[in-house]
């Protein structure tokens, strides 16, 4: 029997065909067992980019704007306390130096007593409205401020006033100077502020800490 030899091309392109079946089988199995990862992998990141690695997704946060504080009666740098409010739970050396002294009688304060060398000058710590303005002859000018159904605040010992009873006063506007009193104090130019809310006097102090959201 005559044996047929096989032509010189014959052997490459089989190897070629092999090969490429070869390469077909190995792309058609890294597929599936990629997928196959993925569906089975619960922490596999489904949003995760594979163009940009970089690419972030833009965060929103839910921070509330914070409220805005009353402010101090007074815009000088100058002015100190002379005496604080009297609190009956506070200790006796505290009760001590917040009582004011007037022709050889002790009072509560009931407020707070400031004082300083220079005149000064005094603002409203909120909108508000004018609603009293009168003389007492041991306090000098007294200037009452409604600022709203809560709150109310008292002025005493005023020079120059520069506003009228019915005016509107926006917070930290100019309302008066400070003036003199017949109240014992270590400097000349005085202010006795007190600030009631719901009807009950309270330490100014602890009236500035507040915001005027929970004044409201």
Excluded: C, W
Excluded at 19 to 37: E, Q, R
Excluded at 128 to 149: A, F, P, Q
């Amino acid at each position: 029997m005559k044996k047929r030899k096989l032509k010189g091309y014959v052997l490459p392109t089989l190897y070629l065909f092999i090969i490429g079946l070869m390469a077909v089988g190995v792309t058609f199995l890294s597929k599936n067992l990629l997928d196959k990862n993925v569906e089975t992998d619960e922490n596999y990141n489904y949003s995760m980019s594979v163009f940009d690695e970089n690419e972030q997704t833009p965060t929103t946060t839910n921070e509330e704007p914070v409220s805005e504080k009353v402010s101090m009666p007074y815009t000088s740098a100058n002015v100190t306390v002379a005496k604080s409010f009297y609190n009956k739970d506070e200790s006796n050396e505290n009760q001590e130096s917040a009582l004011i002294y007037y022709e050889n009688t002790y009072m509560p304060n009931t407020g707070v007593l400031y004082e300083s060398d220079e005149i000064f000058d005094v603002v409203s710590p909120m909108d508000g409205t004018v609603k009293d303005i009168k003389t007492d002859e041991i306090l000098g000018t007294v200037l009452t401020i409604e600022h709203n159904s809560k709150v109310t605040s008292v002025y005493y010992a005023l020079g120059e006033t520069k506003v009228n009873v019915g005016d509107t006063v926006t917070k930290n506007q100019l309302i008066a100077t400070s003036g003199t009193s017949k109240l014992e104090t270590d400097k000349e130019q005085t202010l006795l502020f007190e600030v009631y809310i719901d009807g009950v006097l309270t330490n100014p102090t602890e009236f500035y800490k507040k915001t005027l959201d929970e004044l409201k």
